[in-house]
C-alpha cells in the first residue's frame, strides 16, 4: 500500500559523492532499506533503517562511507554515498518492510530503482 520512488542516481568520479532519496507515497511508517543489483549479480543488502530513524545497520563494504536516514516529515529516506569507488556501481532500490532487516524477502514494497555509475 506504498509506492516508492528513488530518484539521485548518476554517473560520478571514483572518490566523490552521491546522494540518494527515496520518496514514498501512503500514511504508514516503514522500516527502510536501500539494496542494489549490479548486472548478472543478486540483488544485495545494502543498509536499513527503523521507523524512527533510530536504528540502523549497514553491510560491511559500505560501513563508514555510507549513511542512511531518513525524515519523516517528507516520507522520505536517504542515502548518503561517499568514497565511491568502481564497486558500487548498480541500480539502487529502496524497500519498505516492518523492521531492520538485510533479507531482501522481508520488504514487501519496493521502488524502480535509480541507476549509480562509478567510473575510475
Known amino acids: 500500500q506504498v509506492q516508492l520512488v528513488e530518484s539521485g542516481g548518476g554517473l560520478v568520479q571514483a572518490g566523490g559523492s552521491l546522494r540518494l532519496s527515496c520518496a514514498a507515497s501512503g500514511r504508514t511508517l516503514y522500516a527502510m532499506g536501500w539494496f542494489r543489483q549490479a548486472p548478472g549479480k543478486e540483488r544485495e543488502f545494502v543498509a536499513t533503517i527503523n521507523r524512527s530513524g533510530g536504528v540502523t545497520s549497514y553491510t560491511d563494504s559500505v560501513k563508514g562511507r555510507f549513511t542512511i536516514s531518513r525524515d519523516n516529515a517528507k516520507n522520505t529516506v536517504y542515502l548518503q554515498m561517499n568514497s565511491l569507488n568502481s564497486e558500487d556501481t548498480a541500480v539502487y532500490y529502496c524497500?519498505?518492510?516492518?523492521?531492520?532487516?538485510?533479507?531482501?524477502?522481508?520488504?514487501?514494497?519496493w521502488g524502480q530503482g535509480t541507476q549509480v555509475t562509478v567510473s575510475s
Open positions: 524497500a519498505a518492510g516492518s523492521s531492520v532487516t538485510a533479507y531482501s524477502g522481508q520488504y514487501a514494497y
